[in-house]
């Protein structure tokens, strides 16, 4: 079951989406009077997906790409697919290490690998917050939308920018896209990782593969299944259940912070 499920997700017109996407970065940059944009070159499907489309919408000279890895967590091949990334589409790159930075505030920390995860992803925010304020950029994010309905992000992390162009799109449906802008198959099979420790990739920390994940987020967000009716369609309540508690548990990391509404006196 699970299986149509995702055929049917995945029978788009990736042609008609990429048009889309690129006139939602033009008119937003536009909008916004910035010189161009600016985002981060991971060397992952999402990543080089957001830059094809971007590059097209706004030219490879208002692009630049920053590449932020850690040499003790980011894979050299992660780095040398974003530098072919930005070859191939003609954009200026800046890399930058972080790990000194890190390092520098883990001087002053207790240790913890989460937090310092986290942390290297705020790193990296920051990082691209500053080429945006020093060249009038916008910084485009891209996430997706299966890691944005189960919080798979760090919240002001990979989660601070000001666009997520990609965003209604799941994992999988990234990855047909990404074929038909003719990204490199390595890039396109590669298992995802936002690299916040060794070893680490999504799908492990998830639990699920996203040919898994994605239909069951398609039926309770899109098609607002009842989860009893979702769990005949797909044979599992286990990745209902699990999907409905990473939904509920990231709820914050999709609001924007709540404020005390003050009560004026009668």
């Given at each position: 079951?699970a299986l149509?499920v995702?055929?049917?997700?995945?029978?788009?017109?990736?042609?008609?989406?990429s048009?889309?996407?690129q006139?939602f970065?033009?008119?937003y940059?536009?909008?916004?009077?910035a010189?161009?944009?600016v985002?981060?070159l991971s060397?992952?499907?999402d990543s080089?997906?957001?830059?094809?489309l971007?590059?097209k919408a706004?030219s490879?000279?208002?692009?630049?790409?920053?590449i932020?890895?850690?040499?003790?967590?980011t894979?050299r091949?992660?780095?040398?697919?974003?530098?072919?990334?930005?070859?191939q589409?003609g954009?200026?790159?800046q890399?930058?290490?972080?790990?000194?930075?890190?390092y520098?505030?883990?001087?002053?920390l207790k240790?913890?690998r989460i937090?310092?995860?986290n942390l290297?992803?705020?790193?990296r925010?920051?990082?691209l917050?500053?080429?945006?304020?020093?060249?009038n950029r916008?910084?485009?994010?891209?996430?997706?939308?299966?890691?944005?309905?189960?919080?798979?992000?760090?919240?002001h992390?990979?989660?601070g920018?000001?666009i997520?162009?990609i965003?209604?799109?799941y994992?999988?449906?990234?990855?047909?896209?990404?074929?038909?802008l003719?990204?490199?198959?390595?890039i396109v099979?590669?298992?995802?990782s936002?690299?916040l420790?060794a070893g680490?990739?999504?799908?492990?920390?998830?639990g699920?593969k996203y040919?898994?994940?994605?239909?069951?987020?398609?039926?309770?967000?899109?098609?607002n299944?009842?989860?009893?009716?979702?769990?005949?369609?797909?044979g599992?309540?286990?990745?209902?259940?699990q999907?409905?508690?990473?939904?509920?548990?990231?709820?914050?990391?999709?609001?924007i912070?709540?404020?005390?509404?003050?009560?004026?006196?009668?």
């Open positions: 079951m149509s995702l055929d049917k997700l995945l029978d788009l017109d990736y042609s008609n989406i048009t889309q996407i006139n970065i033009f008119t940059v536009e909008e916004a009077g010189n161009g944009a985002l981060g060397g992952g499907v080089t997906v957001t830059a094809h971007a590059t706004l490879s000279k208002k692009m630049l790409g920053l932020l890895p850690d040499h003790t967590t894979p091949e992660d780095v040398e697919d974003a530098e072919n990334t930005a070859k589409l954009i200026k790159t890399r930058i290490d972080i790990s000194p930075i890190h520098t505030f883990m001087k002053n240790p913890g937090p310092e995860g290297r992803a705020r790193v925010m920051c990082i917050y500053y080429y945006a304020n020093l060249d916008v910084v485009v994010g891209t996430g997706d939308r299966s890691e944005i309905l189960i919080g798979y992000y760090t919240k992390g990979d989660g920018v000001d997520l162009p965003g209604g799109l994992k999988t449906q990234v990855r047909m896209l990404a074929k038909h003719k990204v490199s198959s390595r099979e590669k298992q995802s936002p690299r420790w680490q990739t999504a799908e492990g920390e998830i699920q040919e898994v994940i994605d239909p069951a987020l398609h039926l309770l967000f899109d098609l299944m009842p989860p009893e009716q979702a769990e005949k369609q797909l599992s309540s286990e990745i209902v259940n999907i409905l508690e990473r939904n509920r548990r990231s709820q914050h990391k999709r609001e912070p709540h404020l005390c509404k003050i009560q004026q006196p009668t």
